[in-house]
């Protein structure tokens, strides 16, 4: 269902008794940081997620790519979900921790591809590779277009296996590249959240910028929900689930306390 105005959206979001929130975290809250081991904590996020949460008619839950630790860290708030690398490690509101991968081989076969991709961007500018634990991730925003397509090729190279092919997936992006169990998805981590953490008749509105966030906004519209989009450059050519776009975080978080 297309809206045409955040005044719409607002009107939507609360024609029923709950609202549950599913919010990615860069690009979407904040502005993507210069690498992902940075945390920088922005107090205005903190405030208006911890806000929102005390509200008992609205449910929180942050589904990010980063891992949770990090998220924890960039969001000390009690009440809130959390949904790290993809929905593979979670926090419940009350601040339990809930693992959904615990295959020794999976973490094995990482660290066979690992050596590999350090060696491949060894002594290259503009190259960072981020060891999530059960992911890795290879980020090139910074490096030259032409070096960043062939580096990334040549890493993905290295995952042809047929190991690989049944347990792992391929991540894409903008100069980007990440290997994740089968199981990273953050379609599948709200899918798991809505069957084990029912919230009956609440309306569901997703919003995130990416691609990763497009696999949410399918099963957000199959339960009845709406997506929302921020803007970014590298994915306006992409088709898109989205019923309503954001202009930048900075536009999603001024909606947001509007909505409050």
């Not at 107090?43 to 008619?57: E, N, W, Y």
């Not at 995952?159 to 347990?167: E, G, L, P, V």
Request: charged share 25%; aromatic share 10%; glycine share 6%.
């Amino acid at each position: 269902m297309k809206v045409k105005s955040k005044a719409e959206l607002t009107n939507w979001a609360l024609g029923s008794e709950y609202l549950w929130l599913f919010l990615d975290y860069d690009g979407t809250l904040a502005d993507f940081a210069p690498t992902p081991e940075v945390i920088r904590t922005d107090p205005r996020i903190i405030s208006l997620l911890d806000q929102l949460v005390s509200i008992p008619t609205i449910r929180v839950t942050v589904l990010s790519g980063r891992r949770l630790r990090d998220l924890r860290l960039l969001l000390p708030i009690k009440g809130l979900f959390l949904a790290g690398t993809y929905g593979l490690e979670l926090q419940d509101e009350m601040g339990d921790t809930i693992n959904r991968v615990e295959d020794g081989q999976l973490q094995l076969a990482l660290e066979m591809i690992k050596p590999q991709w350090e060696h491949i961007i060894h002594g290259r500018e503009g190259f960072f590779l981020e060891d999530k634990g059960w992911t890795l991730a290879l980020h090139a925003r910074s490096a030259d277009d032409d070096e960043a397509e062939q580096v990334l090729s040549e890493a993905q190279q290295t995952t042809r296996q047929r190991f690989f092919a049944r347990h792992f997936r391929i991540l894409g992006g903008h100069k980007f590249l990440e290997l994740a169990p089968s199981l990273a998805s953050k379609g599948d981590a709200v899918s798991y959240l809505l069957n084990r953490y029912p919230l009956p008749e609440a309306r569901l509105l997703c919003i995130g910028d990416d691609d990763k966030d497009e696999e949410a906004f399918y099963v957000i519209h199959a339960k009845g929900g709406m997506a929302a989009k921020v803007l970014q450059p590298s994915q306006a050519s992409y088709p898109t689930e989205a019923d309503f776009f954001f202009e930048s975080p900075a536009d999603t978080l001024h909606w947001l306390e509007e909505l409050l």
